[in-house]
């Protein structure tokens, strides 16, 4: 069928907190065969995939991973909520807008995760990251025009590139030893890490006005980084 259904399958499953076992006899099915299905050993059919949809309360789309939305939804970009209230720049142009809009919705989403952490380190951390992610980019882009001065930044482009890359591996190293419990010191772990607890359920239930942007987010940067799929 294709690579995102197992995975999918199997991650709906385990939200709802099914054994295989229970869920495979509600889906009319053998054990093993719900298991082979979950694998991607074998394929299943039209059918099968329609009663999932109805057991789950999903869309077939989202089951095959053709839409991030469960119901199947399509992202229009006049649908999806102004992060400050309002766009006046590049009104018109379809992709910067739709692209702002879901990098700001998401920030939302992440940025409310990290304040329940409780963890100021890990909040620097990441947000460092995020603004070293920003100010590479923006060098870059400057950098396409060759009349733009130089001098308006401290390091020139080549050792801008190569600092900010190793400045984003140490944030993304520090956030790493927090996330696994055993911060280095100076650094504060997370006080409770129950109020992290997601899932596509929680995540649509708690930020209903983001969530959208950041299951397309997800998705698309998925698509992109997926070597399997470059692979193929």
Same mark, same amino acid.
């Given at each position: 069928?294709?690579?995102?259904?197992?995975?999918? &399958?199997?991650?709906?499953?385990?939200?709802?907190?099914?054994?295989?076992?229970?869920?495979?006899?509600?889906?009319?099915?053998?054990?093993?065969?719900?298991?082979?299905?979950?694998?991607?050993?074998?394929?299943?059919? &039209?059918?099968?995939?329609?009663?999932?949809?109805?057991?789950?309360?999903? !869309?077939?789309?989202?089951?095959?991973?053709?839409?991030?939305?469960?119901?199947?939804?399509?992202?229009?970009?006049?649908?999806?909520?102004?992060?400050?209230?309002?766009?006046?720049?590049?009104?018109?142009?379809?992709?910067? @807008?739709?692209?702002?809009?879901?990098?700001?919705?998401?920030?939302?989403?992440?940025? $409310?995760?990290?304040?329940? *952490?409780?963890?100021?380190?890990?909040?620097?951390?990441?947000?460092?990251?995020?603004?070293?992610?920003?100010?590479?980019?923006?060098?870059?882009?400057? !950098?396409?025009?060759?009349?733009?001065? /130089?001098?308006?930044?401290?390091? %020139?482009?080549?050792?801008?590139? $190569?600092? *900010?890359?190793?400045?984003?591996?140490?944030?993304?190293?520090? @956030? &790493?030893?927090?996330?696994?419990?055993?911060? &280095?010191?100076?650094?504060?772990?997370? /006080?409770?890490? $129950?109020?992290?607890?997601?899932?596509?359920?929680?995540?649509?239930? *708690?930020? %209903?006005?983001?969530?959208? !942007?950041?299951?397309?987010?997800?998705?698309?940067?998925?698509?992109?980084?997926?070597?399997?799929?470059?692979?193929?």
């Amino acid at each position: 069928m294709n690579s995102d259904f197992p995975r999918i &399958l199997t991650l709906l499953r385990k939200e709802k907190g099914f054994s295989q076992k229970s869920a495979a006899a509600d889906l009319g099915i053998s054990q093993a065969l719900l298991s082979h299905y979950e694998k991607g050993i074998r394929e299943c059919g &039209l059918g099968f995939l329609v009663r999932c949809a109805d057991y789950y309360g999903v !869309s077939c789309d989202y089951l095959l991973g053709r839409s991030p939305e469960r119901q199947g939804a399509t992202l229009v970009v006049d649908d999806i909520p102004e992060a400050d209230g309002t766009d006046r720049e590049n009104r018109g142009l379809v992709l910067p @807008v739709l692209s702002k809009k879901l990098l700001a919705n998401s920030q939302h989403v992440l940025f $409310d995760l990290l304040a329940k *952490t409780g963890s100021k380190s890990l909040i620097g951390e990441a947000s460092a990251f995020m603004m070293l992610s920003l100010y590479k980019m923006l060098r870059l882009v400057y !950098s396409a025009n060759p009349k733009n001065q /130089e001098a308006m930044f401290i390091l %020139p482009l080549p050792e801008t590139l $190569d600092y *900010t890359g190793a400045a984003m591996d140490i944030c993304q190293a520090n @956030v &790493l030893s927090i996330a696994r419990g055993s911060p &280095l010191p100076g650094l504060e772990p997370v /006080e409770d890490t $129950d109020r992290l607890a997601l899932s596509t359920e929680t995540l649509s239930s *708690t930020y %209903p006005l983001w969530a959208s !942007s950041m299951f397309n987010l997800m998705q698309s940067c998925e698509k992109r980084i997926d070597f399997r799929q470059k692979a193929k």
